[in-house]
Structure formats: structure tokens, C-alpha cells
């Protein structure tokens, strides 16, 4: 059975900013190093109970652990959807932002105008809703929103699966 400190040193890490992937590894080696630990204690004759604290005393604060990994800057979650995560933001809030983002972007329009000759150019920009380019402004924003959510749903799809193992 997981030790409850690790369970709560894991959401420091994810709160410190680090990435999930990064968080799990950096837990399982915290554990494995501790339960070694433990088990020196042991056979230098110790209790159980003294074996973890002096095994919880080797390895340090929580905070020091935390200060330790969150200063390494290749650890960092960099991603939105790693930012809503982290902040335990329920999926449908960041997919909902993205959705509405892309449909909006996709009213922009411009248009630049250039003739030959004397006469000057025009150019032209603004955002709004056209009933000849409402189709094309549709699929615009589904291909632009299922580009950037397709990349979090498979990084959701593997956080589940990842715990769903870890809870096996």
C-alpha cells in the first residue's frame, strides 16, 4: 500500500509545475529508494517503525524534495492542458475554452486588395459572421479545435490508463 506522504508529495510536485509523466517517475523512484531504505533498517535489526523514520529522515522533507525536483527546469510542464491538470480543472473547462477560441478565430477575416498602377491598394480586416462564409468559417474552427484537442484527449486517455495501472 502506497505511504500517504508520496500521495501528497505527488500533487506538490503537480503543483509546483511539474509534468505528470515526470511527477509519476520521480515518485516511483522516491518510493523505491525509501522502501530500500526500510528494508536496511530492517535487517540492521530495527523496528519497523524506526526503520521508516529513519528511512522518512534519509530522504528528506517533502519540501526539500519538492525544491530538488521543481529546480530542475526539463521537468517543467510547459502545455495549457498540463497547466488545467495540474490545477485539477475539470477537462470539459480547457476543451470548452479551446472550442470557443478556435470559432472566434475563425470569423477573422482579411482582406488585402492590390491593383497595378497608380491607383493605391486597400486592405481590409475585421471579425464577424457572414451567411456566404459561415460554412467554410465551420469547418475552419472544427479542423483548428480537433487539431490541438486531439493531442489532449490522447494525454488524458494515457493519464487514465496510466492510473487506472497504477491502481491495479
Request: with cysteine; glycine share 8%; charged share 25%.
Given at each position: 500500500?502506497?505511504?500517504?506522504?508520496?500521495?501528497?508529495?505527488?500533487?506538490?510536485?503537480?503543483?509546483?509545475?511539474?509534468?505528470?509523466?515526470?511527477?509519476?517517475?520521480?515518485?516511483?523512484?522516491?518510493?523505491?529508494?525509501?522502501?530500500?531504505?526500510?528494508?536496511?533498517?530492517?535487517?540492521?535489526?530495527?523496528?519497523?517503525?524506526?526503520a521508516q523514520i529513519a528511512?522518512?529522515?534519509?530522504?528528506?522533507?517533502?519540501?526539500?524534495?519538492?525544491?530538488?525536483?521543481?529546480?530542475?527546469?526539463?521537468?517543467?510542464?510547459?502545455?495549457?492542458?498540463?497547466?488545467?491538470?495540474?490545477?485539477?480543472?475539470?477537462?470539459?473547462?480547457?476543451?470548452?475554452?479551446?472550442?470557443?477560441?478556435?470559432?472566434l478565430a475563425s470569423l477573422?477575416?482579411?482582406?488585402?486588395v492590390l491593383t497595378g498602377?497608380?491607383?493605391?491598394?486597400?486592405?481590409?480586416?475585421?471579425?464577424?459572421?457572414?451567411?456566404?462564409?459561415?460554412?467554410?468559417?465551420?469547418?475552419?474552427?472544427?479542423?483548428?479545435?480537433?487539431?490541438?484537442?486531439?493531442?489532449?484527449?490522447?494525454?488524458?486517455?494515457?493519464?487514465?490508463?496510466?492510473?487506472?495501472?497504477?491502481?491495479?
Amino acid at each position: 500500500m502506497p505511504d500517504r506522504r508520496f500521495e501528497n508529495l505527488r500533487e506538490a510536485l503537480l503543483e509546483a509545475g511539474l509534468a505528470p509523466r515526470h511527477v509519476r517517475r520521480a515518485i516511483l523512484e522516491i518510493e523505491d529508494h525509501f522502501h530500500r531504505l526500510v528494508d536496511e533498517g530492517l535487517a540492521r535489526g530495527e523496528s519497523e517503525g524506526d526503520a521508516q523514520i529513519a528511512a522518512r529522515d534519509l530522504l528528506g522533507t517533502d519540501q526539500s524534495l519538492i525544491r530538488r525536483y521543481a529546480g530542475l527546469p526539463e521537468l517543467r510542464a510547459w502545455a495549457f492542458a498540463v497547466l488545467a491538470y495540474r490545477r485539477r480543472v475539470a477537462p470539459q473547462w480547457p476543451v470548452a475554452g479551446i472550442i470557443i477560441l478556435c470559432g472566434l478565430a475563425s470569423l477573422i477575416n482579411v482582406n488585402v486588395v492590390l491593383t497595378g498602377g497608380a491607383a493605391p491598394g486597400q486592405a481590409g480586416a475585421g471579425i464577424g459572421i457572414s451567411a456566404d462564409s459561415l460554412p467554410g468559417q465551420t469547418a475552419h474552427a472544427a479542423v483548428t479545435a480537433a487539431l490541438i484537442l486531439a493531442p489532449l484527449w490522447l494525454a488524458l486517455r494515457r493519464l487514465r490508463r496510466d492510473e487506472a495501472a497504477v491502481a491495479d
